[in-house]
């Protein structure tokens, strides 16, 4: 070629957008901050590829803190929302990506052939109006419960504000369904995330709690599922507003009483953006007050506890250094000792280091002989707290007069578990699991 030749015309650059590695790396990464990963109460079945179960799937962590059973994974991270607390907000400076319907309808398929997961767990931010982008959402579950004949667990997160006619095509299509709180009162919502309105939030529960009273049995029967079986959940962050514990637990109380919540999970704050409105960035995650307000659930849920016997507004902190029930067993030292052979269900259950397990054979137990304290270990019941609260009939396992002073230094000397010693994980305990986690209450 001649040196006055002009140099030959290339095509100009095709830019290419992320390819699905990419767009997986980071829509996942996004989701990690979601706490509300449960994955039991379901039963679909059907011909296809995978299988829900009521006890749920079980779960593995990966080395940043992700469930690797399920694939948790945004729809997109594109976002309206500026709330002062997220990773995800638009005036985030990071990179924005998207996935197509049918490109994570095939990656979830593809992961279960491959072993990799179990089920899906599906958020996103809200790239467009609540109803486009639940449309996307939904779209993605029509393929794989449709087109993928998928019928592995799957939890969809609600986008606050979409119609009635799409929640219900949600509550047909996912096992269980989420709504995040965000935060425990309207104020703090207001403050954090302005754009976010309490009613619509509040006003999903309460569409889905009246399809689910509306559902007929005998036409659910036959058609062998139900309307969002495993029913629905719900998340609030912890420590990034002033809300006491109180104002914490009266709006998990409300939710379980008016909407007929299974699980509302607490998430301790965890800075990821410079702003005034937010705490500094000193100190770990408050995981102590996430642990106790955890036990304090259990015992709303399963043990039949009162709110305000657990905590008052003069007084509206759990104790750091004793688990709630503990904490109201040393403020009514009225009701014990307890004697083992005779009390009722719920007496046992206010024990400390009695659990739900161990109330129950220590009732299967004492129908065939008369127990002795010596007989309680073998229950599973955890002496180390239950002893000072418990009698046989003829003696007691702890010998001096019950007093709330030194009864408060031997428990704290016996159970108090160091702030250091939790460990951060993304993911709660799954419900089964929960149970140990509390000890025993």
Same mark, same amino acid.
């Given at each position: 070629?001649?040196?006055?030749?002009?140099?030959?015309?290339?095509?100009?650059?095709?830019?290419? !957008?992320?390819?699905?590695?990419?767009?997986?790396?980071? #829509? =996942?990464?996004?989701? @990690?901050?979601?706490?509300?990963?449960?994955?039991?109460?379901?039963?679909?079945? !059907?011909?296809?590829?995978?299988?829900?179960?009521?006890?749920?799937?079980?779960?593995?962590?990966?080395?940043?803190?992700?469930?690797?059973?399920?694939?948790?994974?945004?729809?997109?991270?594109?976002?309206?929302?500026?709330?002062?607390?997220?990773?995800?907000?638009?005036?985030?400076?990071?990179?924005?990506?998207?996935?197509?319907?049918?490109?994570?309808?095939?990656?979830?398929?593809?992961?279960?052939? @491959?072993?990799?997961?179990?089920?899906?767990?599906?958020?996103?931010?809200?790239? +467009?109006?609540?109803?486009?982008?639940?449309?996307?959402?939904?779209?993605?579950?029509?393929?794989?419960?449709?087109?993928?004949?998928?019928? !592995?667990? /799957?939890?969809?997160?609600?986008?606050?504000?979409?119609?009635?006619?799409?929640?219900?095509?949600?509550?047909?299509?996912?096992?269980?369904?989420?709504? &995040?709180?965000?935060?425990?009162?309207?104020?703090?919502?207001?403050?954090?995330?302005?754009?976010?309105?309490?009613?619509? /939030?509040?006003?999903?529960?309460?569409?889905?709690? $009246?399809?689910?009273?509306?559902?007929?049995?005998?036409?659910?029967?036959?058609?062998?599922?139900?309307?969002?079986? +495993?029913?629905?959940?719900? $998340?609030?962050?912890?420590?990034?507003?002033?809300?006491?514990?109180?104002?914490?637990?009266?709006?998990?109380? $409300?939710?379980?009483?008016?909407?007929?919540?299974?699980?509302?999970?607490? =998430?301790?704050?965890?800075?990821?953006?410079?702003?005034?409105?937010?705490?500094?960035?000193?100190?770990?995650?408050?995981?102590?007050?996430?642990?106790? #307000?955890?036990?304090?659930?259990?015992? *709303?849920?399963?043990?039949?506890?009162?709110?305000?016997?657990?905590?008052?507004?003069?007084?509206?902190?759990?104790? &750091?250094?004793?688990?709630?029930?503990?904490?109201?067993?040393?403020?009514?030292?009225?009701?014990?000792?307890?004697?083992?052979?005779?009390?009722?269900?719920?007496?046992?259950?206010?024990?400390?280091?009695?659990?739900?397990?161990? $109330?129950?054979?220590?009732?299967?137990?004492?129908?065939?002989?008369?127990?002795?304290?010596?007989?309680? +270990?073998?229950?599973?019941?955890?002496?180390?707290?239950?002893?000072?609260? *418990?009698?046989?009939?003829?003696?007691?396992?702890?010998?001096?007069?019950?007093?709330?002073?030194?009864?408060? !230094?031997?428990?704290?000397?016996?159970?108090?578990?160091?702030?250091?010693?939790? =460990?951060?994980?993304?993911?709660?305990?799954?419900?089964?699991?929960?149970?140990?986690?509390?000890?025993?209450?």
């Amino acid at each position: 070629m001649s040196v006055n030749q002009p140099a030959p015309l290339r095509p100009p650059a095709i830019k290419r !957008g992320p390819d699905l590695a990419e767009k997986l790396r980071i #829509l =996942s990464a996004a989701a @990690r901050y979601d706490a509300s990963c449960a994955s039991s109460g379901s039963n679909r079945q !059907g011909r296809g590829v995978g299988a829900a179960h009521t006890s749920g799937i079980c779960h593995s962590w990966s080395a940043d803190g992700r469930c690797i059973s399920l694939l948790k994974v945004l729809y997109s991270n594109h976002c309206l929302f500026d709330c002062a607390y997220c990773l995800n907000r638009r005036s985030n400076d990071h990179p924005r990506v998207s996935f197509t319907p049918r490109e994570l309808a095939q990656l979830t398929v593809d992961f279960y052939r @491959r072993n990799y997961i179990e089920g899906l767990f599906l958020s996103s931010a809200v790239f +467009a109006s609540a109803d486009d982008t639940m449309l996307q959402l939904l779209e993605t579950l029509h393929l794989l419960r449709s087109e993928y004949a998928f019928h !592995g667990y /799957i939890h969809l997160k609600i986008i606050p504000g979409c119609s009635a006619g799409l929640l219900s095509a949600a509550a047909e299509l996912a096992d269980r369904m989420s709504a &995040n709180i965000e935060l425990p009162t309207r104020r703090s919502l207001e403050l954090l995330a302005p754009e976010k309105k309490e009613h619509d /939030i509040l006003n999903v529960f309460d569409q889905v709690n $009246q399809q689910h009273a509306e559902q007929h049995p005998r036409a659910l029967q036959h058609r062998g599922r139900t309307i969002n079986p +495993a029913g629905m959940s719900t $998340q609030m962050i912890i420590g990034a507003t002033a809300d006491n514990d109180l104002a914490i637990l009266s709006r998990a109380d $409300q939710l379980y009483r008016r909407a007929q919540l299974k699980r509302v999970y607490y =998430s301790a704050y965890i800075p990821v953006n410079q702003d005034g409105r937010l705490p500094g960035r000193e100190g770990p995650p408050p995981l102590l007050r996430e642990h106790r #307000l955890y036990q304090a659930d259990w015992l *709303l849920r399963q043990y039949r506890f009162r709110l305000e016997e657990l905590i008052a507004a003069e007084n509206p902190y759990l104790d &750091n250094d004793l688990d709630p029930k503990a904490a109201w067993a040393l403020r009514h030292l009225e009701y014990f000792p307890v004697d083992i052979n005779r009390a009722t269900k719920s007496e046992l259950l206010r024990v400390p280091g009695i659990g739900l397990r161990s $109330q129950r054979r220590i009732l299967a137990a004492r129908r065939q002989t008369r127990l002795r304290i010596d007989d309680l +270990a073998r229950l599973s019941v955890v002496m180390k707290r239950a002893r000072y609260f *418990l009698h046989d009939g003829f003696s007691a396992a702890f010998n001096t007069p019950l007093r709330e002073d030194s009864l408060r !230094g031997l428990l704290t000397a016996d159970s108090r578990r160091p702030a250091a010693q939790l =460990s951060f994980n993304f993911n709660p305990p799954a419900e089964d699991a929960l149970s140990a986690l509390c000890g025993e209450l």
